[in-house]
């Protein structure tokens, strides 16, 4: 891939309005889009599992884009090995539960300060940090 933006998503509640952001930053880099989500492997309550990922999934297609899933009880250490081999030229993220703090963010502009990431609230508003 020659320009990737990164989409990481978790939330099924949200995550339509963190891919079709994305996507708009994507077009508008002329670049991929790359729509991917970290899930625990998988341990005990398989039906909630399978629903949020199919969320995660119809989002992603309705973008015409794929789903990546990686199973990692090492988010952060599968976030930056991603990151490694993709390259994106942006990452796109919801806003962190804590919206004054996110370990997941905070590593992802460790990685490469260069990198924009973009949060997306629920209303598809988008924030770019600095």
């Not at 990686?70 to 250490?77: A, G, P, V």
Request: glycine share 6%; proline share 3%; with cysteine.
């Amino acid at each position: 891939m020659d320009k990737t933006v990164l989409v990481w998503i978790t939330n099924p509640a949200a995550c339509d309005n963190i891919v079709r952001t994305g996507k708009r930053i994507a077009d508008e880099a002329g670049a991929e889009l790359m729509v991917a989500s970290i899930q625990h492997t998988i341990r005990g309550d398989w039906d909630s599992t399978v629903n949020d990922l199919e969320c995660l999934s119809n989002a992603s297609h309705s973008v015409n884009a794929e789903l990546t899933v990686i199973y990692s009880d090492n988010i952060l250490e599968s976030a930056v090995k991603t990151l490694d081999d993709v390259k994106p030229v942006a990452i796109v993220t919801g806003i962190p539960g804590n919206r004054d703090r996110s370990l997941f963010i905070d590593q992802m502009q460790v990685f490469d300060n260069g990198i924009p990431i973009y949060t997306v609230d629920g209303h598809g508003n988008a924030i770019k940090l600095s």
